[in-house]
């Protein structure tokens, strides 16, 4: 990744304390189950990404959905 580049993801990002909003109620146990997956909170997201050498930049929520781009860049 060249050193200015930036990663983005399409995601849902939970904030704990607030109900995520989306359609499927268990999304959560569907991606568990299915992929070994879940949803992530912004903190877990920033976790995630410094283990992979990234630096969490932002997240800009998507209007009109339950979804959030979780930008990136090389820490």
Do not use: W, Y
């Amino acid at each position: 990744m060249p050193a200015a580049g930036r990663v983005l993801v399409t995601e849902i990002v939970v904030e704990p304390g607030k109900p995520v909003g989306h359609p499927h109620r268990l999304i959560d146990l569907e991606m568990m189950v299915s992929f070994g997956g879940k949803e992530r909170t912004a903190a877990e997201f920033a976790q995630l990404l410094d283990s992979a050498g990234l630096k969490l930049e932002s997240i800009t929520p998507i209007a009109n959905s339950f979804f959030s781009v979780v930008e990136a860049s090389r820490a």
